[in-house]
């Protein structure tokens, strides 16, 4: 007999959210991580469940602006050159998919997982009794020079093709419903089925403390490898070793450190995000506000007014780029009007595949380990259905969502 049932290795917002499903279900469940549930990139996330987010980061502007993107300073957008050149394969497949048919695919694929997301993420909730964290105010994005307002045009009809609800608004409108903003307003839209988090962290913690509360084990270790075989699998962490029928590799960007179960061979890269936290001033608008020049939002959030995005795509081990925390300052006071010094600063990891679609499958090496991650900016937006998902393979059902697209083994150029 083993350890567990179902070995869950991760504890963000798509582990824990793995983990709870499947304990719902009535499974013997170990979740494992070094770090406390949902202290990790699902803590400084934009707060957003964004089921409008089908468009992905392999944009068409992407190929056009690549020298800008390298070597510019004043972009929402940074790939850093070192990284790119130690990285051939991943920037040839993540270029190759910013092709405008490529893109205008992988956007169908996010809009058809993106369908579901709040089917997975609700049950979850109510589960956890964090019905309190979640607000329906929709998601306004606005758009601040007359070249960003043209320019949105293409993206607004392949979302609205795609069967996401858009709302046009007037600038007096928009700046009716966020008095707050700053800088002039062009265009703007408004996502009136969005819903954000006041404590994405707390979210994980709610969901985690339920898990606990059914019987589910958590594992303070860091895996290191998985070896399944045909009755079970033995999963190293920290020192020990236990054993499961099924292992879930759902640790975000580290998946590919661990051993033996598929992930290390995936090219999983990684988008750096940032965010700005000023403690006092939350209540300088009411719900996400993103501006797409600036490529980030701002979300009241329960700690305070919060600015986070961009995307930097660097390695796992580099610093935090000084440069883009202080871009993101300036432009911050733009958005919103002058404002103090924030109270703190974070750098997270996005997971991110060359196509921008998540993995979610059986690993190509076993059966018996499934593959839950690169996520990359809708982690917990996808984290609920994911789980469900996860859940539904782990006992041999057919989820009743289309996989082929994010399979472990497709093609990624």
């Keep these: 007999m083993t350890d567990f049932d179902i070995a869950v290795v991760g504890a963000g917002i798509v582990g824990t959210s793995c983990a709870l499903w499947s304990a719902m279900r009535g499974h013997r469940v170990v979740l494992i991580d070094p770090a406390e549930p949902g202290s990790g990139t699902s803590s400084g996330n934009a707060c957003t469940l964004a089921t409008y987010g089908c468009l992905p980061v392999n944009d068409p502007s992407v190929l056009t602006g690549l020298p800008r993107l390298l070597w510019g300073r004043d972009s929402p957008v940074s790939i850093s050159w070192g990284h790119a050149l130690s990285h051939p394969g991943w920037m040839l497949s993540f270029l190759a998919n910013c092709r405008a048919a490529r893109s205008r695919e992988i956007a169908g694929h996010l809009a058809a997982l993106l369908s579901h997301a709040d089917a997975g993420l609700n049950p979850l909730i109510a589960e956890a009794g964090a019905e309190d964290l979640v607000v329906a105010r929709g998601q306004i994005t606005v758009w601040s020079t007359p070249e960003g307002a043209k320019g949105a045009e293409r993206g607004l009809a392949l ?17 009716g419903l966020e008095p707050g903003l700053a800088l002039p307003v062009e265009r703007a839209v408004l996502y ?12 994980v913690r709610r969901l985690h403390a339920r898990f606990a509360a059914l019987g589910g084990a958590t594992l303070a270790a860091r895996v290191s490898a998985t070896r399944a075989d045909h009755a079970l699998v033995r999963i190293d962490a920290g020192g020990d070793t236990l054993t499961a029928g099924r292992a879930v590799i759902a640790a975000g960007a580290f998946s590919g450190a661990i051993r033996g179960g598929g992930a290390e061979r995936m090219p999983l890269g990684t988008e750096r995000g940032y965010h ?9 608008l009411t719900r996400p506000v993103g501006w797409a020049e ?4 701002g979300v009241p959030m329960a700690k305070g007014l919060r600015f986070a995005g961009t995307v930097e795509i660097a390695g796992l081990g580099a610093p935090p780029n000084a440069r883009r925390l202080a ?4 432009k911050a006071a733009e958005f919103v009007g002058p404002l103090p010094a924030p109270t703190s600063t974070w750098l997270g990891y996005r997971p991110t595949m060359p196509d921008s679609l998540p993995v979610i499958g059986q690993s190509p090496s076993s059966g018996r380990i499934l593959h839950a991650f690169g996520h990359q900016h809708l982690g917990l937006t996808l984290g609920g259905i994911t789980g469900r998902i996860v859940a539904d393979m782990a006992e041999g059902r057919s989820p009743n969502v289309v996989l082929d697209a994010v399979r472990p083994d497709r093609r990624f150029a």
């Design 159 to 175: 979302r609205r093709s795609l069967g996401v609800t858009v709302e046009d608004l007037t600038p007096e409108e928009a700046l």
């Design 192 to 203: 009136r089925e969005a819903r954000h988090v006041r404590d994405p962290e707390e979210l």
């Design 276 to 284: 700005l936290l000023f403690a006092d001033e939350a209540g300088r």
């Design 294 to 297: 600036g490529g980030f939002y």
């Design 327 to 330: 871009w993101m300052q300036r």
